[in-house]
DNA sequence: CCGCCATTTTGATTTGCGTCAAAACAGTAA
DNA sequence: TTACTGTTTTGACGCAAATCAAAATGGCGG
């Protein structure tokens, strides 16, 4: 009996918060030892999913927040007439759902787009060891508030850019956050389409390719299909915000 | 001595939480008798403002979180080229400042759009307190989960519908939230100007001028400046998520 | 009360992006 | 390999909302 019970150890270490690579990033940045090893006892469920699989459904009842150990994930609210709205690109160290704790119920669907795992944190479990450990409790409100801070410049992209501007902080934004966790910040796959692309910047398909077109042929970025590469980032970052400027 | 001390006193109990007409909307939603002691205790000052104040800016460093206790109020996102994005309106018993957890510093201006008090709540004393109440902890997520979802809304709305969705979706709004206030839900006063309405809805000012007397030509509201009737408000919600809808 | 300034309305015109359409391309399964 | 499907690119055209402009209205201070 010893070979699978020492299975099933390694298995857990492999998943366990203490040993994962993404601790500094995810819930439990500046954790102890200790207190790694309770927030390991709360998370006993990791789930393993597909591209096109459901971490969960608008409506559905929220049972956890996920935490994203590997892949890459969309989240999009649906309107009554089949419109879709995304509302927002989730990789590894991200945390999901709690748009949820509202309400009780999930608002937004969240799909995956490249085969992911996910920690599932319940959130009652995550309030109980919050109110012991300070420093997760306020990990965990300034995760909450940096969605918020994020929500607000998705409005002022989506309220007063241009499309090149949207395209761009779409971009210098994926760049950055591959950066923050390790990748090539100037090269990288979109795992979305250029569907989930434009209907997260409020554009459509066709403007999202001319646009990323239009970008290459002024030697910004090179683009083969799902592969990108940013050429000159300095130039992007000046399209962010020009507009035109007559001020 | 006695008088004004009792002064004093009145002016303290009259701005308590236990004795806020809000508390049921506000932080302290089902809070106990005691445990509202215990919020008073922590909310010792509170501020009035006057119309163009601001409560915080962009970069300022977060000293507390904010309750509405009266007024009106707008948040706005400031580009650097000059552009702004209303990211919100608010309104008593609504939380602002959360943006601002996540990195210690405020993301955007809280100005005040009619003379408003509000009740300041250092966010240490928060986190505090909503570690010994648990009911506080968990009102307070739902807080922030509620702009979140809140956001996600905005979102759909700017990333997905056409002027006259947004407006329609605009007053829906507006009215919901003041029914829940106790207010007329279709007779109100706007606030804000119909730049900050076209801010807030990623339109220009004219073409919230223009689809506001289209839906007063069409007998949906009675408009007279800032002051809203809403007629046919079936109507109104009719008309979000139409589109023209050829599914 | 008047005059001033900010706000709002309305009209004429422009334009950026959406829509429609079709061809090119990539990925998958047989 | 070939056929099939979903995605992407590119072009031509139309439209909703932006822009430009000017008049009307409202609110405030003197």
Redo the contacts between chains.
């Keep these: 009996m010893a070979t699978p019970l020492r299975i099933v150890e390694v298995d857990k270490l492999k998943t366990a918060c203490s040993t994962c690579s993404l601790h500094e990033l995810c819930l439990p940045a500046g954790l102890s030892a200790s207190e790694l090893k309770s927030m390991d006892r709360m998370i006993d469920i990791r789930r393993s999913l597909k591209r096109g699989d459901h971490v969960f459904r608008a409506g559905a009842a929220l049972h956890a927040l996920y935490a994203i150990r590997t892949g890459f994930m969309k989240s999009s ?1 649906l ?7 995304v ?1 927002g690109f989730h990789m590894m160290g991200d945390l999901i759902g ?6 009780g119920q999930h ?2 669907d969240a799909v995956v787009l490249e085969d992911s795992e996910v920690c599932e944190i319940p959130l009652k479990s995550l ?1 109980l060891l ?2 012991e450990i ?1 420093s997760l ?2 990990h965990f ?9 994020r ?6 992209l ?3 850019m241009r499309a090149e501007e949207r395209l761009a902080v779409f971009l210098l934004n994926l760049s950055q956050r591959f950066a923050a966790r390790g990748y090539s910040s100037t090269e990288f796959h979109l795992r979305m389409t250029r569907e989930e692309i434009g ?4 554009l459509k398909l066709e403007t999202v390719s001319r646009t990323l077109s239009q970008f290459q042929a002024q030697g910004l970025v090179a683009v083969q299909n799902k592969h990108l590469r940013i050429l000159k980032i300095d130039s992007l970052r000046e399209l962010v ?3 035109g ?1 007559r ?1």
């Design positions: 609210v309107h009554e007439d089949g419109r879709e709205q509302a709690m748009d949820a704790i509202g309400t608002l937004c309030e919050s109110r300070p409790q306020q409100h300034r995760i909450m508030s940096r969605e918020i801070a929500d607000y410049g998705v409005m002022l989506l309220g007063s209907s997260y910047l409020g915000g020009q507009h400027c001020i």
